[in-house]
């Protein structure tokens, strides 16, 4: 028997059905399905990044990495910085060579800076680095000063002589916010509801000290002034007692390797970033 498409219509908008013999085929493909291992790209953090309540006074303290000498990079032997210590109004520090140390003192009112007694080892340094020279000169010459904070939680601080010429720029990793006690409430974007696991950390003593919720854990820490937002947790030594969740401690501690970078979000969040700046641990302070 022959056989014949039966074609039946609907409401306008309703799809051609047709039974037995089709008279054409369309094909309609499902939402593509991403692997289980893929990472998922988190939205930007729009927060605004957390300010410093000394330099948000107006007062410089800490320690300073010299970044550039008006239009020329600095460099030297050593990582040119400038340590400030604002209770006593003195400065130490290195220009590439020799230890450089004195007074100073500062007015937030009209962001005046004036250094003296300024005093410098003797080493003898490589004739053809002339930083160590301009750095000292720029001090000398040093009248007011300016500073800015990045979307990225970088500042800068910039010495100007009298006619308001920049002679040297200045970037401080402040990560004095990390100073207290953190709960770990998200690994690689996926969430911990664990209240042991949390730890310390001394950024005075650079050192990590702390519960993966399970066992101990302590490591030093490490800072690069050279590079911004730059954190690394080194050493890492844990005691060996079995855990119910074994997993879960490894994840901590293969986060915690793998940190490069901190940025908070708050005076009570942070995020500690990987070098593809993927947020690994999400950590809020404990009171």
Request: with cysteine.
């Amino acid at each position: 028997m022959k056989k014949t498409a039966i074609i039946s219509f609907a409401a306008p908008t309703m799809l051609l059905a047709l039974t037995s013999c089709s008279l054409f085929t369309k094909t309609v493909k499902a939402e593509p399905e991403l692997p289980s291992d893929r990472e998922t790209v988190a939205k930007p953090d729009r927060t605004e990044p957390y300010r410093s309540p000394a330099l948000e006074k107006g007062e410089i303290s800490g320690e300073w990495a010299i970044k550039d000498l008006g239009a020329r990079q600095a460099g030297g032997e050593m990582t040119p910085f400038l340590m400030f210590d604002a209770k006593k109004g003195r400065f130490y520090g290195n220009n590439g060579c020799n230890t450089i140390n004195g007074s100073y003192t500062v007015n937030a009112a009209d962001s005046t800076l004036r250094f003296s007694n300024v005093l410098s080892t003797m080493r003898a340094c490589d004739p053809t680095d002339f930083t160590e020279q301009e750095i000292n000169e720029a001090i000398n010459n040093t009248r007011r000063y300016e500073w800015s904070v990045s979307p990225e939680f970088q500042y800068t601080l910039s010495f100007l002589d009298a006619n308001g010429n920049v002679l040297m720029n200045l970037r401080r990793q402040d990560f004095d916010f990390l100073n207290g006690t953190w709960q770990v409430v998200a690994i690689n974007g996926s969430s911990v509801d664990d209240p042991d696991m949390k730890f310390v950390i001394d950024m005075a003593e650079l050192k990590l000290h702390g519960n993966t919720g399970c066992n101990i854990v302590n490591g030093s820490i490490v800072t690069d002034m050279t590079e911004r937002n730059s954190i690394s947790f080194q050493g890492l030594q844990t005691t060996r007692m079995a855990c119910p969740d074994a997993k879960r401690e490894n994840e901590l501690l293969v986060a915690l390797e793998d940190v490069m970078y901190a940025r908070p979000v708050s005076a009570t969040q942070c995020r500690l970033l990987n070098g593809q700046d993927h947020t690994v641990l999400y950590l809020v302070r404990v009171k």
